[in-house]
């Protein structure tokens, strides 16, 4: 019980930091919105197969749901909030446009980083 609490909190950070409603991710695992609250307030405690199912929305392993000395994915609001304002921008912009922006990111961040001439 004294787990519930902060394993609670933790799954409503992952949540908030999506930027998800309680309403997508009761959709997302298949639960109840009132599940979803009362687990966050640590008043539910989850079972093994709904954990698994949280951990996969998350991108996580389930032990990372009990790690409380780490927070989860520190920055992650912060991406999230970034990526959200791209995709509103994405929206304005034509399938194809959408698939070159993607193209040229990924050369990007994959590229390999050359050293600075008189670094």
Known sequence: ???MRPLGQRIAALREGAGWSQEKLAEEVELSVNFISQMERGQRAPSFPTLE???GVFKLEVKD???FND???EGIEEMCKELREFCLYLRTRDIEEVRKIRKIARIVLEEPKKPRKGS
């Open 53 to 55: 199912k949280l951990a």
């Open 1 to 3: 019980m004294v787990m």
């Open 71 to 73: 927070p989860p994915d």
């Open 65 to 67: 749901f009990f790690d």
